[in-house]
């Protein structure tokens, strides 16, 4: 597997970032001059979202983003059919969404992305009511045990993402990542944390970090409302605290959905105009993060 590119004793401990859905829903080609602009803003991640209806020159992207030193993740937040799922009481789509995911993969890793991230043990948007059957936790780790492997042949780091109760059912909080993690027993899978899915979920942001830090990968970060980070209800103090304490990198990537009349916010469940001015959310949020946790360098 392809070495960490923040592991170097002197790397960064705190890089910082942006997801696509800031400015479109849909990556194309076309689309590329918004590396340059987010590497302008003083970002060096970049999360881009496939899904089956995503066509773009992966080879293109890689170059592009490897010339302006912008790592990129992939996350699955576009189409993704719902049958595709690797957790499904139906074998049949278990096997599907493990197929669909193993392609997703692929596609990462022609990319030239260090990790895969999102709610890859489920779906978002599948919540079974239900008493939850014995064997649907250790079938999802069984088969995110083996994207896990696919994903280590090819390079590309599996990232999974707890979700708020109104997206999954599988996976809420930082304490149920970090056991089906340890289910899956595969050393790469790592843990993403979200600060909009923590506020319905976590009572304590510091213990949930702490939770997930042994395989901690980053933080998507914005607001309660998923406007831009500082002055809503996410405990902020808190969260830097528990991500000084981290052991390695510490990725943080603001997210949310490009609203507005250009935007595509009503369509992901956003009916405030949180993020009109893309360039703008990323220079308030990232301002308020580096005014409090700043560029340490590791070993410091």
């Known amino acids: 597997m392809n070495a960490d590119p923040l592991s170097p004793v002197r790397a960064e401990k705190f890089r910082y970032g942006a997801h696509q859905f800031l400015w479109t829903r849909c990556w194309t080609d076309d689309d590329l001059p918004i590396l340059d602009r987010v590497r302008a803003l003083g970002l060096t991640l970049f999360e881009v979202s496939l899904g089956d209806e995503v066509r773009f020159d992966a080879r293109c992207l890689r170059r592009h983003a490897d010339a302006l030193g912008i790592e990129l993740s992939i996350g699955p937040g576009n189409d993704w059919p719902m049958d595709c ?39 978002p948007g599948r919540l079974c ?65 979200d600060t909009y899915h923590m506020i319905t979920e976590e009572r304590d942001y510091g213990a949930a970090i702490h939770r997930a830090a042994p395989r901690f990968w980053g933080l998507h970060a914005c607001e309660n409302d998923r406007g831009v980070p500082g002055g809503g209800l ?52 990232i301002n308020f993060l580096k ?3 700043g560029g340490i360098e590791e070993g410091e």
Request: glycine content about 6%; overall charge negative; hydrophobic content about 45%.
């Open 85 to 123: 799922d690797i957790s499904h009481d139906d074998p049949a789509c278990r096997a599907r969404g493990l197929a669909w995911h193993r392609n997703v993969l692929e596609r990462a890793a022609e990319c030239g992305a260090v990790a895969y991230c999102g709610a890859l043990y489920s779906h």
């Open 234 to 285: 996410v405990p902020w103090p808190a969260v830097f605290t528990a991500l000084r304490s981290v052991n390695g990198p510490v990725r943080l990537l603001l997210e949310t959905y490009r609203t507005g009349a250009s935007g595509f916010g009503f369509e992901r469940g956003i009916f405030q105009d949180l993020c009109p001015d893309p360039e703008a959310f990323v220079a308030q949020g």
């Open 129 to 193: 009511r239900r008493v939850p059957p014995v064997d649907e936790l250790p079938r999802a780790a069984d088969n995110l045990h083996r994207l896990a492997e696919a994903a280590a042949l090819l390079g590309v780091r599996l990232v999974i993402e707890p979700m708020s109760r109104f997206r999954n059912h599988l996976v809420n909080t930082a304490e149920q990542a970090a056991h089906l993690a340890d289910l899956a027993a595969h050393g790469n899978v790592s843990i993403n944390l």
């Open 291 to 293: 005014t409090h946790l």
